[in-house]
């Protein structure tokens, strides 16, 4: 009950903002689909250079008022970037902390980032059921990255990654994870040159409204 509840708030609120294609794609998906992703993470207590964005940026909390800016859906113009800013509506209403953004010198957000720390791990799985590992006391997750269309090309997700990593290590954390989609290469590029190597595949599968998953460790080199 508590599942279909959950997807009846995304197909809600989907329907609310008139995201109809976003509507009907959500439940052909949840009918029957298959997908992987990448699991990648890096080792905090290396040394690392983080990458330089083309623009000046820093970090901070999400603020209320960055949710109107970054994620405006009347101004999304293609269905996935409606389905993007729509995903991360619903996280931010769900309360997970924490999440932080990048702004430029002016003070404008222009990318968003979940910094998930292992004390949130019974909020974790009550929100993805089982789409992250249970995260070890020296384990962190980066989760549901966004950049607005008007920052793209900037090299801004590398950067504002490896700000938000060093938060991370201050927290005592040494493993930091993300999860990407096999198709997004320009993520797994951005997390590549923010220090990330792969070292799981996951495998997602929705069979009529019921979503399981498979993880498989990959070998040195990146096989499985």
């Known amino acids: 009950m508590k599942r279909l509840s959950q997807l009846g708030g995304v197909l809600v609120t ?25 699991g990648l993470r890096r080792d905090l207590t290396s040394p690392y250079d983080v990458p330089t964005a083309d623009i000046a940026l820093s970090i901070r909390p999400l603020e209320q008022a960055d949710v109107g800016i970054l994620l405006d859906t009347m101004q999304s113009p293609s269905r996935q970037e409606m389905e993007d800013r729509v995903s991360r509506i619903l996280l931010v209403k769900r309360g997970l902390p924490t999440c932080f953004v990048a702004v430029d010198a002016s003070g404008t957000p222009c990318f968003m980032q979940w910094l998930i720390l292992p004390d949130q791990n019974t909020r974790l799985q009550s929100i993805f059921h089982g789409g992250f590992p249970i995260l070890e006391p020296d384990e962190a997750l980066l989760e549901d990255t966004y950049t607005h269309p008007r920052f793209r090309g900037k090299h801004i997700m590398a950067h504002a990654t490896g700000l938000i990593a060093e938060q991370a290590r201050q927290r005592g954390i040494r493993w930091l994870l993300t999860f990407v989609h096999e198709s997004n290469s320009v993520s797994l590029k951005a997390n590549e040159r923010a220090g990330f190597d792969p070292y799981v595949v996951r495998k997602e599968q929705w069979r009529f409204f019921r979503r399981s998953f498979e993880y498989t460790p990959l070998r040195p080199g990146g096989t499985s």
């Open 14 to 38: 989907q329907l609310r903002e008139g995201n109809i294609v976003g509507l009907i794609r959500n439940l052909r998906r949840r009918v029957y689909s298959t997908s992987r992703s990448f």
